[in-house]
């Protein structure tokens, strides 16, 4: 049971390039969520899929672009980087809770994608 | 969305002493409030969570309490112990989940 599985792990790529993060996870979970890490400034949401076919945006959605290929898959795409991309990207699951209709589970992270974009 | 304010954003104790990480949150239909450890190079995992018609939750030696009035809550570690050193973050939900800035926890042995 690997749990989430982000690739790759490390990447450096140039202003402008463009570049997919993969992110695939093993326990049947509904919703996904991508997520950036910057020093002093937490974890932000990028965009979330609470089901196969639904993608809505976070925080901070500008320079990023989303498919939940299946319910398993949820990658995120970087049309053309910036520096300000520089960051740790997380990749997370859950099985929604039944707390109405807030969200009540248990998130589960990947390892993290460190991103730097010269 | 959901603003979530958590302090210090450092903290260093020695070990054995006790450790309390505080958040704030805006938005009062939030009823789910878990705390998530972070290693370094990994993500992070959830290590206590509390819900709204619950005050204070235990788990051995960390707890969370939570004062849905005030709109705050808290990570309390007691006895630390070098291996708690990490990061901390408070999350809260509101149809999805908003994280704090994170607190830099180092036990001194």
């Known amino acids: 049971n690997a749990g989430v599985t982000q690739t790759p792990k490390f990447q450096v790529l140039k202003t402008g390039q463009s570049m997919t993060l993969q992110c695939a996870q093993d326990m049947n979970h509904n919703s996904m969520y991508w997520y950036r890490q910057d020093p002093g400034m937490g974890l932000r949401l990028i965009y979330y899929?609470?089901?196969?076919?639904?993608?809505d945006k976070g925080e901070v959605p500008n320079g990023y672009n989303v498919s939940r290929l299946n319910k398993r898959e949820f990658s995120l795409r970087l049309e053309s980087a910036a520096p300000s991309q520089t960051s740790v990207y997380f990749c997370a699951s859950t099985l929604v809770g039944t707390s109405g209709l807030l969200n009540t589970g248990e998130l589960f992270f990947g390892e993290g994608s460190r991103l730097t974009v010269l | 969305g959901e603003n979530v304010e958590q302090h210090p954003s450092t903290l260093s104790v020695q070990e054995g002493d006790s450790a309390v990480i505080k958040c704030t949150y805006s938005?009062?239909?939030?009823?789910?409030f878990p705390w998530y450890k972070q290693e370094l190079g990994k993500g992070p995992q959830l290590i206590i969570d509390?819900?709204?018609?619950?005050g204070e939750k235990k788990d051995q030696r960390i707890a969370v309490t939570l004062n849905k009035t005030a709109k705050h809550f808290s990570l309390h570690i007691t006895e630390t112990q070098p291996e708690d050193s990490a990061v901390y973050f408070c999350?809260?939900?509101?149809?999805?989940?908003?994280f704090g800035s994170g607190t830099k926890l180092n036990v001194k042995p």
């Open positions: 899929s609470a089901s196969e076919g639904t993608t």
């Open positions: 999350a809260v939900n509101f149809n999805k989940f908003y």
């Open positions: 509390i819900r709204s018609n619950v």
């Open positions: 938005d009062s239909a939030s009823n789910y």
